[in-house]
């Protein structure tokens, strides 16, 4: 499915485009810097950009987003290109199999086979910070290329300045200046990618019961899996190559001496390869359990359980030839094949007590030992009360432990071009910010793109460096629940359970932004150089690269109501009917915020939160025949921090499906099944052109048939 396929999806712009635009600037060291420190000029478009969507053959999804004074950006409308869902092909083949070895001994097996290959499609690669010396000799803002091949003159080759405050431009500058490209490689096509998966998991044991403690029952087995994985793409970009093509004036981005479209593809066709990436996950393990009655109360006997697990993980991931040399757009130097193996061995215990005859406590304790990580000791215990035949009161507390994933750990790590970030220590250089805390003093709209200060219009480009971190710490939590079981009738029952969740160490990025202002906070501290904290910088105070691993900083509690109610009756004659209706209230949801780690957000109803959730089924069987409808309801959602309560524009509104199916059992083992999700064909909420797909899809009504058959 295609982005232009959904209203909701169809809209969409890009500020690298094609035809291309650039960021001018001078370096602190740059001789005609009237300033000394880091100077935007600005961001202009390829003079080539329609003004339109569709307004020329050439550029058929590119327009010009125009700023005062002459600057502006050529976009790309990508959603006219890329598919919001992947074409998908997934066959499985699953076998469970028992067979009774003696009377009291059994061998059991399953079997899963699964492999999937979708293809995806997306817009044409982009190119994002790619940099342009003086003399390039293409260079748009060179006196010497006053216009393109077609006439069409080029902004941006000569500036005034006020350099003593006094309202009067008293100072004058002609290009070249130092550029930094905002491109996409249309002429390449767009980037289509295969990705295959293939899952093969195998599980083997044997089972039975023997006449120890009184009667004892046993379980012995042993696992292996593999999941292999296969990313190909198509039309990604060899940076060096584009940069070599730029410099040496092989690749005429601008069309300075040749705007045909076919020199251009014939240029640029040379600078894109085929990326690929293999990942491999295999586990290999063993298990065991045994369950008896240790002795008995006044009030029943107390069941014990004992086992342990052994589970063996590795995985290696690798990459083309062009990518581990470092060659491909968004590598960081060269990057080797990754290895990494992790070895867990846990023991684990649980038991029910009777205390009374209506009071029941339940003990669990799992430990955990990881090679990488060390030891883990992690509790639970419930209790459940029956004060009445009818009312059932129950509370559960837990520790939970999460050791980090290994590709958490081990993955390698890659770049990205970022911008729009407020560059704190060069902001304190600038007479905008007053007060010297990296901050402007003065509204953000007064600011030139570029400005230090300024974190819109593509200011303050870098490049982000990303991957995994091997000092990771575990996640953990403490979670515990408190609510009741009501039985008023005998097909009545209703149900509302407290929950409360508390994480800590959540795994989580750092946002480039932390990243300035703790580099900051070091300068102020005494820090020099080009590399203070996880940021370098270029000669002159110019922003190089700004490194953010993942990292042990999220915290997140959460606390609610589950609430279920469900009642069944016989229509005689005419089968069963059974209604159940569940809801989830959020009484609030807390996250750290990454920018901040001492701020709490409070993110309950908002987007990607909303406050209510509710299911209502309704099932009717008779014989061999059964049907069902769904019903499923999503509250509405602020999409904004300072949303007026009767601003609707600020609101992703309520969302309603219906899904429904019936059934055919069939005299041969085997059910039939025909039904639709989202039956009513509804397109989830939007506001502002966004829609929210964490919690909504884009197929709309989805029929679907299906058959089952049990030898």
């Given at each position: 499915?295609y982005?232009?396929?959904?209203?909701?999806?169809?809209?969409g712009?890009s500020?690298l485009g094609?035809?291309s635009?650039?960021?001018?600037?001078l370096?602190?060291?740059?001789p005609?810097?009237?300033?000394g420190?880091?100077?935007p000029?600005?961001i202009?478009?390829d003079?080539?950009?329609p003004?339109?969507v569709?307004?020329?053959?050439?550029?058929?999804?590119?327009?010009?987003?125009a700023?005062?004074?002459?600057?502006?950006?050529?976009?790309?409308?990508?959603a006219?290109?890329?598919a919001?869902?992947?074409?998908?092909?997934?066959?499985?083949?699953f076998?469970?199999?028992?067979?009774?070895?003696?009377?009291?001994?059994?061998?059991?097996?399953?079997?899963?086979f699964?492999?999937n290959?979708?293809?995806?499609r997306?817009a044409?690669?982009p190119?994002?910070?790619?940099?342009?010396?003086?003399?390039?000799?293409?260079?748009?803002?060179?006196?010497?290329?006053?216009?393109n091949a077609?006439?069409?003159?080029?902004?941006?080759?000569?500036f005034?300045?006020?350099?003593?405050?006094?309202?009067?431009?008293d100072f004058?500058?002609?290009?070249?200046?130092?550029?930094?490209?905002?491109?996409?490689?249309v002429?390449?096509?767009?980037?289509?990618s295969?990705?295959?998966?293939?899952?093969?998991?195998?599980?083997a044991g044997?089972?039975?019961?023997?006449?120890?403690?009184?009667?004892?029952?046993?379980?012995?087995?042993?696992?292996?899996s593999?999941q292999?994985?296969?990313?190909?793409?198509?039309?990604?970009?060899?940076?060096?190559?584009l940069?070599?093509?730029i410099e040496?004036?092989?690749?005429?981005?601008f069309?300075v001496?040749?705007t045909?479209?076919a020199?251009?593809?014939?240029?640029a066709?040379?600078i894109?390869?085929?990326?690929s990436?293999e990942?491999?996950?295999?586990?290999?393990?063993?298990?065991?359990q045994v369950?008896f009655?240790?002795?008995?109360?006044n009030?029943?006997?107390?069941?014990?359980?004992?086992g342990?697990?052994?589970?063996?993980?590795?995985?290696?991931?690798?990459?083309?030839?062009q990518?581990?040399?470092?060659?491909a757009?968004?590598?960081?130097?060269?990057?080797?094949?990754?290895?990494?193996?992790?070895?867990v061995?846990?023991?684990?215990a649980?038991?029910?007590i009777?205390?009374?005859?209506?009071?029941?406590?339940?003990?669990a304790?799992?430990?955990?030992?990881?090679?990488d990580?060390g030891?883990?000791i992690?509790?639970?215990?419930?209790?459940a009360f029956r004060?009445l035949?009818v009312?059932?009161l129950?509370?559960?507390?837990g520790?939970?432990?999460?050791?980090p994933?290994l590709r958490d750990?081990?993955?390698?790590?890659?770049?990205d071009?970022?911008?729009?970030?407020?560059?704190?220590?060069?902001?304190?250089?600038?007479?905008?910010?007053?007060?010297g805390?990296g901050?402007?003093?003065?509204?953000v709209?007064?600011?030139?793109?570029?400005?230090?200060?300024?974190?819109?219009?593509?200011?303050n480009i870098?490049t982000g460096?990303?991957?995994?971190?091997?000092d990771?710490?575990?996640?953990?939590?403490?979670?515990?629940t408190?609510?009741f079981?009501l039985n008023?009738?005998q097909?009545?029952?209703?149900?509302?359970?407290?929950y409360?969740?508390?994480?800590t160490?959540?795994?989580?990025e750092?946002t480039?932004q932390?990243?300035?202002d703790?580099?900051?906070?070091?300068?102020q501290?005494?820090a020099?150089?080009?590399?203070?904290g996880?940021?370098?910088?270029?000669?002159?105070?110019?922003?190089?690269?700004?490194t953010?691993?993942?990292?042990?900083?999220?915290?997140?509690?959460t606390?609610?109501?589950?609430?279920?109610?469900?009642?069944?009756?016989?229509?005689?004659?005419?089968?069963?009917?059974?209604?159940?209706l569940?809801?989830?209230?959020?009484?609030?949801y807390?996250?750290?915020?990454?920018?901040?780690?001492t701020?709490?957000?409070?993110?309950?109803?908002?987007?990607?939160?909303?406050?209510?959730?509710?299911?209502?089924?309704?099932?009717?069987?008779m014989?061999?025949?059964?049907?069902?409808?769904?019903g499923n309801?999503?509250?509405?959602?602020?999409?904004?921090?300072?949303c007026?309560?009767?601003?609707?524009?600020?609101?992703?509104?309520?969302?309603?499906?219906?899904?429904v199916?019936?059934?055919?059992?069939?005299?041969?083992n085997g059910?039939?099944t025909?039904?639709?999700?989202?039956?009513f064909?509804?397109d989830?909420?939007?506001?502002?052109?966004f829609w929210?797909?964490?919690?909504?899809?884009?197929?709309g009504?989805?029929?679907?048939?299906?058959?089952?058959?049990?030898?």
């Amino acid at each position: 499915m295609y982005d232009a396929d959904r209203s909701f999806t169809s809209e969409g712009a890009s500020a690298l485009g094609y035809p291309s635009s650039y960021f001018a600037y001078l370096a602190t060291d740059d001789p005609r810097n009237p300033t000394g420190g880091f100077l935007p000029l600005g961001i202009f478009a390829d003079p080539r950009c329609p003004e339109e969507v569709g307004s020329d053959p050439d550029y058929p999804n590119s327009f010009e987003d125009a700023f005062p004074g002459g600057e502006g950006i050529c976009r790309y409308t990508f959603a006219s290109t890329s598919a919001t869902i992947a074409d998908n092909d997934t066959k499985s083949f699953f076998v469970n199999a028992d067979y009774e070895i003696t009377e009291r001994t059994a061998f059991y097996a399953q079997g899963l086979f699964s492999h999937n290959e979708s293809v995806g499609r997306y817009a044409p690669s982009p190119i994002f910070g790619v940099n342009w010396s003086q003399d390039t000799p293409n260079n748009p803002t060179n006196p010497a290329n006053p216009t393109n091949a077609d006439g069409q003159p080029f902004p941006g080759q000569q500036f005034e300045f006020d350099t003593d405050g006094d309202g009067v431009n008293d100072f004058q500058v002609e290009g070249p200046f130092d550029l930094s490209l905002l491109y996409r490689n249309v002429p390449t096509g767009p980037r289509d990618s295969t990705f295959e998966d293939t899952l093969v998991d195998y599980v083997a044991g044997v089972e039975g019961t023997i006449d120890w403690l009184g009667g004892m029952d046993w379980q012995l087995g042993a696992n292996w899996s593999r999941q292999s994985t296969t990313d190909r793409g198509q039309g990604f970009v060899l940076a060096r190559s584009l940069n070599t093509a730029i410099e040496n004036g092989e690749l005429d981005v601008f069309g300075v001496q040749d705007t045909s479209l076919a020199s251009i593809q014939e240029q640029a066709g040379g600078i894109s390869f085929t990326q690929s990436s293999e990942y491999d996950f295999r586990i290999t393990g063993g298990n065991g359990q045994v369950s008896f009655d240790a002795f008995q109360m006044n009030n029943g006997p107390v069941p014990v359980a004992l086992g342990f697990e052994y589970r063996d993980e590795d995985f290696d991931e690798s990459f083309d030839q062009q990518t581990q040399a470092g060659n491909a757009f968004g590598a960081v130097g060269q990057l080797v094949p990754v290895s990494a193996a992790r070895v867990v061995k846990s023991l684990f215990a649980e038991t029910v007590i009777p205390v009374v005859s209506n009071l029941e406590l339940n003990l669990a304790v799992r430990y955990d030992d990881y090679n990488d990580f060390g030891t883990t000791i992690n509790p639970k215990a419930s209790v459940a009360f029956r004060p009445l035949d009818v009312l059932l009161l129950r509370a559960t507390y837990g520790k939970g432990f999460q050791a980090p994933d290994l590709r958490d750990l081990y993955s390698i790590q890659t770049s990205d071009v970022g911008a729009n970030v407020i560059d704190t220590w060069q902001c304190s250089l600038t007479p905008e910010d007053t007060d010297g805390d990296g901050r402007a003093n003065v509204p953000v709209e007064d600011l030139p793109a570029g400005h230090p200060c300024n974190d819109t219009g593509f200011s303050n480009i870098y490049t982000g460096i990303r991957g995994g971190n091997r000092d990771l710490q575990p996640t953990e939590s403490d979670q515990w629940t408190a609510g009741f079981v009501l039985n008023p009738l005998q097909d009545l029952t209703l149900s509302v359970d407290y929950y409360y969740i508390d994480i800590t160490d959540e795994v989580a990025e750092l946002t480039s932004q932390q990243k300035l202002d703790e580099e900051f906070a070091l300068r102020q501290a005494g820090a020099t150089g080009d590399a203070v904290g996880d940021v370098t910088r270029r000669a002159g105070g110019r922003l190089d690269t700004i490194t953010s691993l993942l990292t042990n900083i999220g915290t997140k509690k959460t606390e609610g109501l589950d609430a279920e109610i469900s009642y069944g009756f016989s229509m005689g004659r005419f089968g069963d009917l059974k209604s159940t209706l569940y809801w989830t209230h959020v009484l609030e949801y807390e996250e750290s915020d990454v920018d901040d780690p001492t701020r709490t957000l409070h993110l309950d109803g908002t987007v990607f939160y909303p406050k209510n959730r509710g299911q209502l089924a309704v099932n009717w069987n008779m014989g061999d025949y059964s049907a069902t409808v769904v019903g499923n309801y999503t509250s509405r959602q602020n999409d904004a921090p300072f949303c007026a309560d009767d601003d609707e524009d600020c609101y992703l509104a309520s969302w309603v499906t219906w899904d429904v199916q019936v059934a055919y059992a069939t005299p041969w083992n085997g059910m039939i099944t025909v039904g639709a999700r989202n039956v009513f064909d509804r397109d989830p909420p939007d506001t502002d052109g966004f829609w929210d797909n964490w919690q909504a899809d884009v197929f709309g009504r989805v029929p679907y048939i299906r058959w089952e058959q049990e030898l």
